[in-house]
């Protein structure tokens, strides 16, 4: 079993994961020698990991089932789930969780930073139905400033989204105290909590721009 711990007040819900496996693969993808190919694929099995214990807090109900001996009461998920990357970076972390939740839908978000202010810009948005119970993971590896994730929950609050984990692979304190002053009440889960952000915005020591990397670009 991974070891996870609760970072800083024990009454807000971040979640830092120190699973060995998982640390591995955060080091690989800060390794500025990481080529795209090789940065993509270990971010697919960094999100499996991060995907496994952000899913820990998932109610379940009981659920009656006949094995090929006898009759057992086990457990089965209580809520619909939903799955919400941010493009572009997000996509990333699609795979692992819809792996895990295969029957969860799907809703995107597209936000992109201005480099200059560095606040977010929505650019998509396309959402399904999201009622009172439904468990909602909005997945993105950079909490940096915080801005996009903040657009983000903001919208799924309009939305109806009342249960929400955001899920990141590297976050800065600066986007944590932000996203937790803003929405107290989601939980947060992410491999590592950085430094700081440098003058550009930039997680440091971070990973560098995580949709760079994944796509080329
Ligand atoms: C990056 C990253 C986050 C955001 C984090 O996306 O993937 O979405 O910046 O920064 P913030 O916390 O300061 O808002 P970017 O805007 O570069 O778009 P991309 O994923 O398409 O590269």
Redesign the pocket.
Known sequence: MSKSKRSTDPAQKVYVINHPLLQDRLTRLRNKNTSTAEFRFTLEEAGLLLAAEATRHLPTRSVRIQTPLASHKGVCLAHPTVLVP????GLSLLPAFQRLLPSAAIGYIG???NETT?A?EAYYQKLPKITLNTQVFLL??????????QAALDLLRKHGAHCITLVCLVAAPE?LKKIIESHPDISIYTAAIDQKLNPR?FITPGLG????RLFGT
Do not use: Q
């Open positions: 941010v493009l572009r970076a936000l992109a930073r560095l977010p993105d590896p950079m909490l940096a400033t915080g801005g996009s994730s986007g915005g721009d995580a949709g760079d």
